[in-house]
């Protein structure tokens, strides 16, 4: 697994427009954030915790920086609901705390509104103890990605204030690498991939995949709201994969390859959408953009059925002349290094693991016994990655496999990835319960880690179908406190929910609107250094010019709108 950087220097900074400041945005005290046009002083709490709240029947952590470790657990009406005794941890390596102590306070189920109290310490910001908390994580998540569409006008709605911006990138994309100079293939709609504008195939099925598998495991997500204006008659939830697909379509070319991205020549400034008017190009068809772009349209065929049969049709005849070009050209086709010097973003990986998803689903799909075949001589070799990202999809290839409910597997197989998955999530379920601040990437640090630990909740909920055990909704909990405020800024990686959340990430949308506050519903990058001998947990810089650790992305999004989808209420 290789993972992607980029040079950086002041060359690259000024020509990507983040010399500049954010104008008129940081107008406010280091201690104070603008809300509502107002600077409101923010309180930094020394008892971390995820601030939105509890189920009542999960565990329920959080850390206390000093103090003697005795706390309590206090209702909004000011009853002590839960007196005990935290537990001192050992000094944390990734932040360099020495003073930090673990309270469980798991045995209150009741619901309401809480803080918990630490002796000598403080209290924590309240939260909830309810069966519904996730909804608003995953509802705030959704409307995070409806706000990176393309294509056409947005209209979001967030604590009383409106975020807006006009139809962009009505030209997508030109044809100049396929010998078309001036002409073009519509390839309109689909989701900004980050901070950037760019449209990435790899990226984009990914984060489509995490939402499908969502989509199938968790039937509340039928009635999610998120603010879609027009949901085709769909669910909110699925026409919001739908928006994603309409683009994915258009990024096949005649003979089923697909365009492994459409982007500037250069990244743009810090502008807003519908002023990012560089040209698009759309990039070389690649093996990796064919196969993923097969697997995950594969995977909507599967998902759409029933909800709309036509779009199903539709799905699974692109998924299969995708198919049947990688079929036809074994080798890898990877555009070489000259593609991505003109191309902008990361995104460059291997296709073994993209060739792999794309079987399991064309399987999954049609029952193709060459398709099982293909997954099949494969998966001797296969490991469950317990830390994945775009550069390695096979865990989507194996989730699939585990998942279908068609003849054929062989038993051997489904068993052996079945017991792998299982003891990696133990290792990921005893680091949570290790790290002080409950991190099961224990001390992994690198760029979009929060996405990573976001992600581990596959692992988890594609476990908790075979195998069905509170524990593995612990695990996806742990992580979700973790980015909502169990850390060690005490606050909210998500723009827009949770205490103090990231306020001035790196978001062209937000950086050039004139709202203060961030568009919502975003999950930053979070902390991690090139240097190694840096406190990796302490590095996260809250600014708009720090694409390093505080940009948002749509794989981050999409993993932990699985998370929260995996505890709604059921
Ligand atoms: O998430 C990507 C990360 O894994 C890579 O290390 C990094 C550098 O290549 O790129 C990240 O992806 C960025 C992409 O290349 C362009 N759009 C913004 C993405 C989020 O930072
Ligand atoms: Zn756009």
């Not at 050992?90 to 003073?99: H, I, K, L, V």
């Not at 509340?220 to 603010?227: M, N, P, S």
Request: a negative charge; one cysteine or more.
């Amino acid at each position: 697994m290789t993972w992607y950087r980029f040079p950086i220097g002041a060359t690259t900074l000024a020509s990507l427009g983040l010399l500049a400041c954010d104008p008129g945005k940081e107008v406010c005290g280091a201690d104070e954030r603008k809300v509502g046009g107002e600077c409101e002083s923010i309180v930094a709490h020394e008892v971390r915790l995820n601030s939105v709240g509890f189920l009542p029947d999960r565990i329920k952590r959080a850390t206390l920086v000093g103090g003697s470790g005795a706390f309590r657990v206090v209702s909004d009406s000011g009853e002590v609901v839960f007196e005990g005794q935290a537990v001192a941890a050992q000094t944390s390596p990734d932040t360099g705390e020495a003073n930090l102590y673990v309270a469980d306070f798991s045995e209150v189920t009741q619901t309401g509104r809480f803080r918990v109290v630490a002796e000598g310490v403080g209290d924590s910001p309240e939260f909830r103890i309810a069966p519904d908390v996730m909804v608003e994580v995953a509802r705030v998540l959704m409307m995070g990605m409806y706000g990176q569409r393309c294509g056409v006008a947005v209209n979001v709605d967030h604590e009383g204030t409106h975020f807006h911006h006009d139809a962009c990138h009505l030209e997508d994309g030109l044809l100049d690498e396929f010998g078309k100079p001036n002409q073009k293939q519509p390839a309109l709609y689909g989701w900004h991939d980050a901070g950037d504008y760019g449209k990435y195939v790899n990226n984009g099925s990914l984060s489509l995949a995490n939402m499908l598998f969502a989509w199938d495991q968790f039937p509340a997500l039928r009635e999610l709201e998120f603010g879609v204006e027009d949901p085709r008659g769909l669910p909110q939830y699925l026409d919001e994969c739908r928006f994603q697909l309409d683009w994915l379509l258009g990024m096949q070319m005649e003979g089923g390859g697909v365009s492994d991205r459409v982007t500037t020549r250069t990244f743009d400034a810090m502008v807003s959408p519908e002023a990012s008017v560089a040209p698009r190009y759309m990039a070389p068809v690649t093996s990796t953009a064919t196969a993923d772009f097969t697997a995950v349209v594969a995977h909507a065929a599967r998902s759409f059925a029933g909800f709309d049969d036509e779009l199903a049709a539709q799905y699974r005849e692109a998924a299969l002349a995708g198919w049947e070009f990688l079929k036809a050209n074994p080798s890898p086709i990877s555009g070489g290094d000259g593609l991505s010097m003109r191309f902008t973003g990361g995104y460059w990986s291997t296709d073994a693991d993209d060739r792999l998803w794309a079987a399991a689903e064309i399987w999954a799909l049609t029952g193709d016994a060459e398709a099982l075949e293909m997954f099949e001589s494969k998966a001797g070799m296969l490991v469950i990655d317990q830390l994945w990202d775009w550069p390695n999809l096979n865990n989507l290839a194996t989730f699939t496999y585990l998942l279908a409910d068609r003849e054929g597997r062989d038993p051997e197989i489904v068993s052996r990835l079945t017991t792998n998955l299982g003891l990696g999530l133990e290792q990921l379920r005893n680091a949570a319960l290790a790290h002080p601040y409950g991190r099961d990437t224990g001390l992994q640090y690198y760029w979009g880690i929060n996405g990573v630990v976001a992600r581990t909740a596959l692992n988890f909920g594609v476990y908790d179908q075979l195998v069905p055990d509170p524990k593995n909704k612990d695990g996806i909990a742990m992580a979700l406190d973790h980015l909502l405020g169990r850390n060690y800024y005490g606050r909210s990686f998500v723009t827009g929910i949770g205490h103090d959340p990231a306020f001035y990430p790196h978001h062209r949308p937000s950086v050039a609107d004139s709202n203060p506050e961030p568009w919502p519903g975003l999950l930053v990058g979070g902390p991690w250094s090139r240097d190694a001998n840096a406190r990796q947990a302490t590095v996260w810089v809250d600014a708009a010019t720090d694409f390093n650790t505080n940009e948002v992305a749509i794989n981050w999004n999409a993993a932990m709108i699985y998370a929260a989808a995996a505890l709604l209420p059921e």
